[in-house]
């Protein structure tokens, strides 16, 4: 299955240079990581996949100290044969989950460049792990949004206007605007990016 996987990254060539690793598992590697946003993935149409089967695409940004630590991105298949993802947003992600796909390709020595892994899968691990992804950045946003809300509240209840206020040595005092204004920062950041607090 040579030349069957295809790479796009934005202005490079076409990589087709993925090398069999497994007897299902296809890598290639990508230099210079730091200044790309997104990379295509695709079926160069040399050779169908199996029936029933599809590519489930990983990713690993470079990390001198440790394994590749795979991030699920998505899957490609004969019904779907490209597909384009965007990497930005996983480096930190990389960086601070343990929950990644560490032993995805085997025992990896440490690796200094970004990787992009395929492993052809049943057709049904693509339905299985996908949500799975969707469902834990919804979990951390809900969780966050409620934990500000409940911190907002509790802060608001001990508001009382300056005209309120008693001269206490040794205790400082923020306004309330103040903690609003990062309030709605951080909620406008959560929904940029769900995981830029990991950062």
């Known amino acids: 299955m040579t030349n ?3 790479a796009i990254v934005s202005g490079r060539l076409v990589q087709t ?10 890598l290639t590697t990508i230099t210079d990581v730091d200044s790309i946003n ?7 149409g040399a050779i169908p996949l199996p029936e029933g089967t599809v590519g489930m695409v990983y990713f ?3 990390d001198p100290n440790a394994p590749p630590n795979w991030q699920l991105l998505g899957h490609i298949s004969n019904s779907k044969p490209s597909a384009i993802f965007k990497i930005s947003s996983l480096k ?7 929950n990644g796909y560490v032993g995805t390709f085997g025992q990896q020595k440490i690796c200094n460049n970004a990787q992009i892994g395929i492993s052809i899968e ?3 691990n693509a339905q299985l792990q996908l949500p799975t992804t969707t469902v834990t950045a919804n979990c951390y946003v809900s969780f966050s949004q409620k934990m500000l809300e409940n911190f907002i509240n509790f802060v608001a209840s001990f508001a009382i206007t300056q005209h309120e206020m008693q001269p ?3 205790v400082s005092f923020v306004p309330l605007n103040t903690v609003q204004t990062w309030y709605q920062n951080f909620e406008r950041r959560l929904q940029q990016n769900p ?3 990991k950062s």
């Open 195 to 197: 995981n830029f607090w």
């Open 168 to 170: 206490t040595p040794g």
């Open 38 to 44: 997104h990379i295509v993935i695709f079926l160069t």
């Open 122 to 124: 049943p057709e049904i």
């Open 60 to 62: 690993s940004w470079p």
């Open 4 to 6: 069957v996987l295809g």
């Open 92 to 98: 930190k992600l990389s960086e601070m989950t343990s």
């Open 17 to 26: 240079d993925f090398s069999l690793v497994g007897e299902s598992q296809f």
